[in-house]
């Protein structure tokens, strides 16, 4: 165990307004042969984990007084976290990650990457191509390939976007974009009544949680383990999958609303009126127009702490496209990096722009909910898959840390749920005191009421 400061670890913590002498009170347990990759996954995937244990740390501090708990950062237990959706088992039951139409695709000039995980997906990415949806999946993975290899890249991204879908040019080299990590403004002044304190840093803070797929989802299950209630909401026009909530379901309830629909909305708003947190991760604008804009809530729930989360950030011509990390790698350069000898693109040893910046997302609204105690002030973050991935590309340098051979299996651990027997991923959040497990494991998709604890 190391207490060196880690350059990574204090670049985060610099980046969500924490106090720099905080940094040394976070220490390290190395483990040898974590996220192997040529870009420094290993060092983000600490640093996010551990920039989150600290501010649940420093808010803990500042509710309860004494002295900030000090900080451990087990790597194994971060590497075992940050695939957490490919240890998942449901009874036994090893789940589907990626569908057989996802993947990446020799084009006319170079390369793409589909993303046809969701069937209205994968409906958009064949309707854009001219592929019938018939046949078995083989047979429409060698139409799929046949029809991309006669196809100019940026030509079939353009269709299947134009269509809905999902598809990005495989960029040849690195290109990091110039993204900030975290974006923060303070909102309003002394309106929020401080949580009472039940033991964690987070309990009586009331979560609504709008975010879908892995990064929104791993923020918010880290928010329900720190104490937080969180309620997720989806809108039952949109599907889910069942084994990917199982995972980042953990310690969260889970509801239905039709946000389009006047009575849901006004069962919403009942819920917002007593909220401290709200965490969406759609599009630039797409909550909009059900008056739910970030300046709208903030308006209505003075004090209210509103994060936001998307996949190519908040500006450019790219904002308002769909994304996934998978899509991220590829468009940024990482995959290229990543690339096999034979110049097949690559990729990261886990969904690490979603996994890293989840932990990012949790603990910019820690560090907001710490402030809020000081000001009463609310708070607006902002938070994307591609300023994380510009990070790893140009801002990471690499620290590698000496220890044991890696072994995941101390890190896992069995759970009875309304899903079946889970077995699944430790946290891997980690101060003096902190809970080792979730109060309450995945409960079923939308099963839930709409109504605080």
């Not at 090893?94 to 046809?116: E, K, N």
């Not at 009544?193 to 009586?204: E, I, K, M, Q, Y």
């Not at 801002?395 to 759970?415: H, K, S």
């Amino acid at each position: 165990m190391t207490n060196t400061v880690d350059r990574a670890t204090a670049d985060v913590w610099a980046a969500l307004g924490g106090p720099a002498e905080l940094v040394r009170g976070v220490s390290f347990e190395g483990a040898d042969g974590v996220l192997p990759a040529r870009l420094p996954v290993r060092e983000l995937a600490r640093a996010t984990v551990g920039a989150c244990s600290l501010a649940a740390a420093e808010l803990l501090w500042h509710r309860r007084g004494g002295e900030v708990p000090a900080v451990r950062v087990r790597e194994a237990a971060v590497a075992t976290a940050f695939v957490s959706e490919r240890w998942l088992r449901v009874d036994g039951r090893v789940p589907t990650s990626f569908a057989p139409l996802s993947g990446f695709w020799r084009a006319a000039d170079g390369w793409v990457r589909t993303h046809a995980n969701y069937p209205h997906h994968r409906a958009r990415l064949l309707s854009a191509l001219g592929i019938p949806d018939s046949g078995d999946e083989r047979g429409l993975v060698e139409r799929l390939r046949s029809e991309l290899a006669g196809r100019p890249a940026a030509a079939v991204r353009e269709a299947v976007h134009a269509e809905g879908g999902l598809a990005v040019v495989v960029a040849p080299e690195a290109r990091p974009a110039d993204l900030p990590l975290v974006e923060s403004w303070r909102v309003g002044s002394g309106a929020a009544p401080v949580p009472r304190d039940g033991g964690l840093p987070a309990s009586g803070v009331r979560v609504l949680d709008l975010t879908r797929v892995i990064a929104g989802p791993v923020a918010t299950r880290s928010l329900a383990l720190l104490g937080a209630d969180v309620l997720r909401v989806d809108s039952p026009r949109l599907r889910e999958d069942e084994d990917a909530h199982a995972d980042t379901g953990m310690g969260k309830r889970s509801t239905l609303l039709d946000l389009a629909a006047p009575g849901d909305l006004r069962r919403f708003d009942e819920l917002l009126a007593s909220a401290d947190v709200v965490v969406t991760g759609y599009r630039p604008g797409a909550l909009d127009r059900h008056g739910l804009a970030p300046e709208a809530l903030l308006a209505r729930r003075p004090g209210l702490v509103v994060a936001q989360l998307n996949a190519w950030g908040w500006s450019g011509p790219w904002a308002g496209r769909r994304g996934f990390d998978s899509l991220v790698q590829a468009a940024s350069g990482i995959a290229a990096v990543e690339a096999a000898d034979d110049g097949t693109p690559g990729v990261l040893p886990a969904q690490a722009l979603d996994h890293g910046t989840g932990y990012l997302l949790a603990a910019a609204v820690l560090r907001a909910l710490t402030e809020r105690g000081t000001d009463g002030a609310g708070r607006q973050l902002r938070l994307s898959l591609a300023g994380t991935a510009s990070w790893l590309l140009g801002g990471i340098a690499p620290q590698p840390l000496d220890g044991a051979p890696y072994a995941a299996e101390p890190w896992l651990t069995r759970t009875a749920s309304p899903h079946g027997l889970l077995d699944h991923a430790r946290t891997p959040l980690d101060y003096a005191g902190a809970p080792r497990d979730w109060a309450s494991p995945s409960g079923r998709l939308g099963t839930d009421e709409p109504s605080w604890r």
